[in-house]
């Protein structure tokens, strides 16, 4: 999808977001992504996810009337602000049990920075996940950010160690950027655990466009964690 | 700041979004960092960036009607799309001129993925900014996910580049993550060009956080930019 199909989409209402693409067939194993629900405050977050490219899609040029929208978003965040838990109380609720996250900037359906990427396991024990990034997301003119790709990647990573069974803390990550990664186009991003050696793990991933290439990583990864809050 | 303070501050509102710190004393050079204004789109999107942040600390817990949210949400989208320009208007628009970007997911006033990170040149030809993240960017319990420090990252080695003289695009990237980085608390986040031979460009950075060196980074960046949309 180039930037006039983007746009186009966007105004039939289909992809004013980052669209995951449709799951490929399951494989047996641990889910690797929280399910986005169609109510709660994944609706919500999901909105507000529209609501950021949105915004960037629109800048300063349209006339619309920015401080009584700003106004608003500011009510509903009061509202929020009112009935929400304390912070402590709230990492505790987040951390319980021993499911995957629901928070996190990459797949978290709680997190309107996430895209989100939804991570699928493969059989070879990689994993896989198609994602289409929008204006929140751009680095370069029409492209994405090589920060972002780091994200997307580091995420990978760590997931992968999970898939694999044997889960880490990022100790080094390279990123190599092979060429230029497209907006507005499906991207592939996958991983796969290579070793596990005493506490180090060697993970690798990458992120394709059209079939080529665009960014590989490589991780060290260290089997420990930090406590989960209480 | 700790999560209960960090609590705090958001309840007494002054803190519901990553909260950039009071500029040092400006260098000459040229601006890194677009600067924010108080209405037009900046103010929606500083909106949206609360709005994120307090969704998250919310939860699904507060007895909020999500649904409903998401339809305020979704009308002030509808809003917006309706005035926006086409993508490839916008992506003309967003890169006109020579100044520094106003859309990028660091430092970008009308992003609200972006904390925002606010940069500054120093007299020895470093640059520096000092943020403090919430919920939005966090991986292991209480810290920042490691792919958002190499977002941030990323980013500053970049600016450092342009604030040396010699900018470029990432072709590597290698972060070590010496401790976890903490949310709620000042981080510093530092960048400096060391070197540039023919079109490679070597350039270094660090978060630290209470003077310790949480993540460092290694870019090498090769002299040349893709072409600006028109």
Redesign the interface.
């Known amino acids: 999808m180039n930037?006039?199909a983007?746009?186009e989409a966007?105004?039939s209402?289909s992809a004013?977001e980052g669209t995951p693409e449709p799951a490929p067939t399951p494989v047996t194993g641990p889910r690797l992504v929280a399910e986005p629900r169609t109510?709660?405050?994944?609706?919500?977050?999901?909105?507000?996810r529209?609501?950021?490219t949105?915004?960037?899609?629109?800048?300063?040029?349209?006339?619309?009337d920015?401080?009584e929208?700003?106004?608003?978003?500011?009510a509903?965040?009061g509202?929020?602000?009112e009935?929400?838990?304390?912070?402590?109380e709230?990492?505790a609720?987040?951390?319980r049990g021993e499911g995957v996250t629901r928070?996190?900037?990459?797949t978290g359906p709680?997190?309107?920075?996430a895209p989100p990427l939804v991570l699928h396991g493969r059989e070879d024990r990689s994993i896989e996940g198609v994602v289409t990034l929008d204006?929140?997301?751009?680095?370069?003119?029409?492209?994405v950010?090589?920060?972002?790709s780091?994200?997307?990647?580091?995420?990978t990573l760590?997931v992968a160690n999970h898939w694999a069974g044997t889960s880490g803390?990022?100790?080094?990550?390279?990123?190599?950027?092979l060429r230029?990664t497209p907006l507005?186009e499906p991207l592939t991003v996958t991983g796969r655990q290579v070793s596990v050696d005493g506490s180090r793990i060697r993970t690798v991933g990458e992120i394709t466009a059209g079939g080529r290439v665009c960014v590989t990583a490589e991780g060290l990864f260290v089997n420990k964690?930090?406590?989960?809050?209480s």
Chains 1, 2 share one sequence.
């Not at 929208?69 to 500011?74: G, Q, S, T």
Request: charge should be neutral; proline fraction near 9%; charged fraction near 20%.
């Open positions: 930037a006039r983007a746009d966007a105004r209402g004013a109510d709660g405050v994944d609706a919500a977050v999901a909105a507000a529209r609501l950021v949105a915004l960037l899609r629109a800048g300063d040029g349209t006339g619309a920015m401080t929208i700003a106004a608003r978003l500011d509903v965040t509202r929020l602000t009935k929400a838990p304390t912070v402590p709230r990492l609720e987040m951390w928070h996190d900037p990459v709680e997190n309107a920075i204006l929140p997301y751009q680095g370069p003119p029409g492209h950010h090589g920060g972002v780091a994200l997307l990647l580091d995420h760590g803390m990022t100790a080094e990550l390279t990123l190599r950027y230029p507005f964690q930090l406590p989960r809050p």
